[in-house]
């Protein structure tokens, strides 16, 4: 149990334009889902944590109208990349969890953007 | 706020060898630790995780970690090491008192299995 999958797990887009990451909880409900940038070789970054039914938490730094988060569901949760530049070109990895104070969080196998 | 070390960058072992990856935090407070590992291009794993109770945790694929207190530490030990165990480690802690579970991450080790 625990499963978490995200979709599409590559993709290549021009500059300038929109990309949605889709991240899904295929066995349980999460009520918090996490995203995360990580660069080549380096550990992960926290962007966001999205509550379902709430607006998303940003960490300091990143770009709200930038990266958009949705919490649709107590199973999906989407990260959009808007207008999108090379730099934004990463590794982009979810997780999800089932309660907010002690569960564990299960992650997503990551999404890889590049950005042309 | 609260901080995860990990002092190796790189580690090698050749296989059946036994490995220990170290992990030290920085917290008031006993947090929530968890060991990750990473595949190349792949997501994160969870190969345990300590809450409280028994400080010697038993994980998947045969690793264990053990909690010290004194020490500040939790590190990932197994016996025998195989091939397969090629990867990225991180460790993690979770604060329990912070009002969620946002978890910070140390900054990985690297470990390569000499055949």
């Not at chain 1, 979709?7 to 991240?23: A, L, N, R």
């Not at chain 1, 889902?33 to 039914?53: D, H, I, V």
């Not at chain 1, 990143?62 to 090379?86: M, Q, R, W, Y």
Request: with cysteine; glycine share 8%; proline share 4%.
């Amino acid at each position: 149990g625990a499963v978490v999958s995200q979709h599409p797990s590559w993709v290549i887009c021009k500059s300038g334009t929109s990309v949605k990451i889709e991240c899904r909880s295929l066995d349980f409900q999460a009520t918090t889902m996490f995203w995360y940038r990580q660069f080549p070789k380096q550990s992960l970054m926290l962007m966001a944590t999205s509550n379902e039914g709430s607006k998303a938490t940003y960490e300091q730094g990143v770009e709200k109208d930038k990266f958009l988060i949705n919490h649709a569901s107590l199973t999906l949760s989407t990260l959009t990349v808007t207008s999108a530049h090379p730099e934004d070109s990463s590794f982009y990895i979810c997780s999800a969890s089932r309660d907010r104070v002690t569960d564990t969080q299960y992650f997503g196998p990551g999404t890889r953007l590049t950005v042309l | 706020a609260q901080s995860v070390t990990q002092p190796d960058i790189h580690i090698t072992v050749s296989e059946g060898a036994s490995l220990e990856l170290r992990c030290n935090y920085s917290y008031g407070a006993t947090p929530y630790l968890f060991w990750y590992v990473q595949s190349p291009g792949q997501g994160l794993q969870l190969l345990l995780k300590y809450f409280s109770g028994d400080t010697l945790v038993q994980g998947i694929k045969g690793f264990e970690a053990e909690f010290k207190r004194s020490q500040s530490s939790f590190n990932l030990r197994k016996p025998s090491v195989h091939w397969s165990d090629a990867a990225e480690y991180f460790c993690a802690v979770h604060d329990p008192t912070g009002g969620g579970n946002k978890l910070t991450f140390g900054t990985g080790t690297q470990l390569k299995v000499e055949l």
